[in-house]
């Protein structure tokens, strides 16, 4: 059995390219249309519950096509069930779409298919997916509040550094008053800004687009990024601690569903999107083809600690690697809710100070010439 799912996982990995994200993320469908990654996790848990009821591939696929909405989710399924009716594994069927149905997801059906255990596979691959979905969902609504305050902190400072400040200094002028420093300082921030608007707002703009297109392709700087990532202060644990979670869970979801060691890995590989992850994987994989086990190349890396490294050895030597795996996710996705938490805890203070920071220094800039200009005027 382990040499067809070998066979098999080969031949899809060469006929379409490697997954670029995890499998819970959005896909498009032919034509670039978008299809968000909550209605494929709907799906699959819709479709293992059919199949878990004992309803056949063909008339579940037919059921969950009838109940889609007019899009291009709709037409993928509608072809799933066209193929699946002709006689073609559903793994296969699911293949053709391979920015819906990415290598893992691919690679568990086709497992779940060979082992005559596609129930099971489906309703671990909708547990995974759910679970994922949920992580990444708190991620983002944790991020909702700082990034709010940021940029409506840096719209008022853009519209006062603008707007207000060029009026105060015709004040100043009028009345020929000596400047402090720091009123000077906030002056000539303001005059450049306003003279070299396209280097004060531009430069950053063109600064994130560039980031963002180097990131989007494989090369050294990407991977630079992606190892400072795991050395920054505070969010260095977070990002390492989320990767080691979403390695697991992977690789555990990938061995219970009955997937050999190798393959599993190169498709954990080709399905994270950090660089750092997929070179460790690649030392790991490479040493665990010559015929030995996963805790010690895995402990060479530095990724993963003492207490992964000793769990992978224990579930090795028991052949309970898939449950010890999936323990090794539960605790780390745990330290990655508390630590984000924390973190926002300690971010939301430091925000604050930074902002009344900025709003202080403009003020006592502002007000140090005015307060003088009130003595002249008193004295007059």
Avoid at 127 to 143: D, P
């Amino acid at each position: 059995m382990a040499k067809k799912i070998r066979r098999t996982s080969q031949s899809a990995t060469q006929s379409r390219p490697a997954a670029a994200g995890g499998s819970t993320g959005a896909g498009r469908a032919r034509g670039g249309k978008r299809v968000s990654g909550q209605l494929i996790t709907d799906f699959t848990v819709q479709l293992s519950t059919l199949s878990e009821a004992g309803i056949p591939v063909v008339k579940a696929l037919t059921i969950l096509e009838g109940q889609l909405k007019a899009g291009p989710f709709k037409a993928v399924v509608a072809d799933l069930v066209e193929d699946v009716s002709a006689g073609t594994p559903l793994s296969e069927a699911m293949a053709k779409h391979d920015r819906i149905f990415d290598e893992l997801y691919t690679s568990m059906v086709r497992a779940g298919e060979i082992g005559g255990v596609l129930d099971t596979i489906l309703n671990r691959l909708a547990t995974f997916r759910e679970k994922a979905a949920e992580i990444r969902a708190n991620v983002k609504g944790a991020m909702i509040y700082p990034t709010v305050i940021i940029v409506v902190a840096i719209a008022v400072m853009s519209a006062v550094i603008v707007f207000v400040i060029p009026r105060f200094e015709e004040i100043f002028t009028s009345f020929g008053v000596d400047l402090p420093r720091v009123t000077q300082i906030l002056l000539d921030i303001s005059s450049f800004t306003i003279s070299y608007w396209y280097l004060g707002f531009g430069v950053p703009i063109l600064a994130v687009i560039g980031h963002s297109v180097l990131m989007s392709k494989p090369g050294g700087y990407r991977f630079r990024m992606h190892k400072l990532s795991l050395k920054l202060p505070l969010l260095g644990s977070v990002v390492s601690n989320s990767l080691v979670a979403g390695f697991t869970r992977t690789f555990g979801t990938l061995i219970q569903a009955g997937v050999p060691h190798i393959d599993a890995l190169e498709i954990v590989r080709d399905s994270t999107g950090n660089d750092v992850l997929r070179v460790a994987i690649d030392d790991v994989r490479r040493v665990v083809r010559e015929g030995e086990g996963l805790a010690r190349p895995m402990g060479a890396t530095g990724l993963f600690d003492d207490l992964v490294v000793n769990m992978v050895d224990v579930g090795e030597e028991t052949g309970e690697l898939d449950r010890m795996l999936v323990k090794v996710a539960d605790a780390y996705e745990k330290q990655v809710d508390r630590r984000i938490d924390a973190m926002l805890k300690l971010l939301e203070p430091i925000l604050l100070v930074v902002i009344a920071g900025l709003v202080g220094f403009m003020v006592i800039a502002l007000f140090m010439p005015l307060l003088e200009i009130m003595t002249q005027l008193g004295s007059m």
